[in-house]
């Protein structure tokens, strides 16, 4: 395993949409565990492909509860809204208050390709909803209703 480079905001390579994972290889398990270990040493509770260069549909979560790898995730269903607080290890030192949905169903498919389902409420959604949204080459600026100033 190893640590990548993670790409900051202005690098055009985050604004690009992602392709799908197509081969469920080594390849991919070796892209899994690299952004897992990315992602921990970054202290961060999610980072997607192209944080680290790759324009593939690959994403890890981990808001403390056990890791989750999302290869091709989709949301298929959401509802209501919720405000929280929202950075990116992308942009440094940037923080703000985004609107996102309350509620998600998130369909994806494993390291395997086997494909899975899952609901998520909470900080889990508003972490899927900005990693799939980096697949999109959307960063969580967007979703921004306020700042938060720097401390
Ligand atoms: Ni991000």
Redesign the pocket.
């Known amino acids: 395993m190893a640590i990548r480079n993670i790409v900051t905001e202005g690098d055009d390579i985050l604004t690009k949409v992602c392709r799908p994972v197509e081969k469920f290889d080594e390849r991919l398990a070796v892209l899994l565990d690299d952004m897992r270990e990315t992602m921990v040493s970054a202290d961060g509770v999610?980072l997607?492909a192209p944080?680290v260069g790759i324009l593939r549909r690959v994403v890890v979560i981990d808001i403390g509860e056990g890791l989750m790898e999302l290869v091709n995730p989709e949301i298929v269903r959401e509802e209501g809204e919720q405000e929280m607080q929202e950075g990116?290890?992308?942009?440094p030192g940037v923080y703000g208050i985004t609107k996102r949905p309350a509620k998600i169903k998130v369909s994806a498919q494993n390291r395997n390709g086997e494909r899975f389902e899952f609901e998520a409420e909470e900080l889990l959604a508003v972490a899927c909803c900005?990693?799939i949204d980096?697949l999109n080459g959307i960063?969580?600026r967007e979703h921004v209703v306020r700042m938060v100033p720097e401390e």
């Not at 990116?88 to 942009?91: A, I, Q, V």
């Open positions: 999610g997607a944080q990116c290890l992308s942009c900005h990693e980096h960063l969580f």
